[in-house]
Nanobody, 131 residues
């Protein structure tokens, strides 16, 4: 069965950087619609970034645009999230997510904008940013 496994979460100072990675098992990262979400204590889960790996087209929420970068490594079959200029508001559990069925670039971006890349989930990795 499909499994997504996140890693890379840690405690860092504000202004620092982290790189999260999501290893996919029994799921091909290339030609896929995938995303990173996060959930802070007491808040709803929100999409941070999405990508259609077939074209590399990406979506970012306004809160992380210009600071975070989503990418894939087809050789390693992983989805990564480079997070720079971290702020205390970025403190959250970060989750990797993917869609079950193949979708095209435009559908993937549409789903990303409404946070509907949610058929498969990882267990999450904690990011804590202290100011």
């Amino acid at each position: 069965q499909v499994r997504l496994e996140e890693s890379g979460g840690a405690s860092v100072q504000a202004g620092g950087a982290l790189r999260l990675s999501c290893a996919a098992f029994r799921y091909l990262v290339s030609q896929s619609c995938m995303a990173w979400f996060r959930q802070a204590p007491g808040k709803e889960r929100e999409i941070v970034a999405g990508i259609y790996t077939g074209t590399g087209n990406t979506y970012y929420s306004d809160s992380v645009k210009d600071r975070f970068s989503i990418s894939q490594d087809n050789a390693k079959n992983t989805l990564d999230l480079q997070m720079n200029s971290l702020e205390s508001e970025d403190t959250a559990m970060y989750y990797c997510a993917a869609v079950r069925n193949p979708v095209g670039d435009s559908i993937c971006m549409r789903r990303a904008r409404v946070g509907r890349i949610s058929d498969y989930w990882g267990q999450g990795t904690q990011v804590t940013v202290s100011s």
